[in-house]
C-alpha cells in the first residue's frame, strides 16, 4: 500500500468494525467503514467511494505545446481544463491506459512515457489512485479525431505555465504532475 503502515507494525486500534458497499453505478461504489478507535469507543461510521484508479499524462510536443483537454465535468457544473486522463480499464496497464488517453484526447502518440508515480487523490473519500506520466517524445496521430464531448486544447509551454501559476489549471492532482515533471527537471523551467 502506497503511503500505508505495514500491517505487521499496525497497532491494534484503529481498527475496522464492519465494511460494506454499495454499488451506485458501474463506475463507483460507496463504502461505508465503522472504525473503533480504542477498546471501550464506539465505533465511528465513515464514508468514501471507490472507483477505478485512473491515469494523467503531462506531455510536451516537439514545438513546446502542452496538450490539454477541455471537457464538461457534471460533478462541478463547469467546464474544466486538463490534462488528458482517463480511468484504467480492467487488465490494462497504466502505462497503456496513459497512451490511449493521450491518443484518444490530444491527438498525440508517444514514443517514450516516464512514469512520474502514483498518489492518492482524496485520502479521505477517495481509494482510487492516480498514476501520473510524462512524455516529450510526441507525434500527431494521422487522421486523429476528437473524442465526443473533449476538446482538445494544446497551449504553448508558457502559457501554461502561467495557466498552472494562475490556479486555473482544474485538478489538484494534474498541478503535483506539473511539480514532479519539474523536479524531476523533465519540464523546463520558464
Do not use: K, N
Not at 502506497?2 to 505487521?8: A, E, I, L, N, V
Not at 465503522?34 to 464514508?47: K, V
Not at 498541478?175 to 523536479?183: D, E, N, R, S
Amino acid at each position: 500500500m502506497t503511503g500505508g503502515q505495514d500491517t505487521m507494525d499496525a497497532p491494534a486500534f484503529p481498527r475496522v468494525v464492519s465494511c460494506r458497499s454499495d454499488r451506485l453505478s458501474p463506475w463507483t461504489e460507496l463504502i461505508e467503514t465503522r472504525i473503533q478507535d480504542a477498546p471501550a469507543a464506539e465505533p465511528r461510521t465513515f464514508h468514501s467511494m471507490r472507483t477505478a484508479d485512473y491515469v494523467a499524462i503531462l506531455a510536451l510536443t516537439p514545438d513546446g505545446r502542452v496538450p490539454l483537454v477541455r471537457q464538461y465535468r457534471p460533478a462541478v457544473q463547469a467546464w474544466s481544463l486538463e490534462l488528458p486522463a482517463g480511468l484504467l480499464e480492467p487488465g490494462e496497464t497504466p502505462e497503456d491506459c496513459a497512451r490511449r488517453e493521450l491518443e484518444e484526447e490530444s491527438g498525440f502518440s508517444a514514443d517514450r512515457i516516464v512514469p512520474l508515480g502514483a498518489m492518492y487523490a482524496d485520502t479521505g473519500r477517495l481509494s482510487a489512485r492516480l498514476h501520473g506520466f510524462w512524455s516529450d517524445s510526441l507525434r500527431p496521430v494521422p487522421d486523429w479525431q476528437p473524442e465526443e464531448g473533449v476538446l482538445a486544447d494544446p497551449l504553448d509551454l508558457d502559457d501554461f505555465m502561467q495557466l498552472v501559476g494562475r490556479g486555473e489549471l482544474a485538478l489538484a492532482s494534474h498541478v503535483a504532475l506539473v511539480g514532479l515533471a519539474l523536479t524531476r527537471g523533465l519540464l523546463p523551467r520558464r
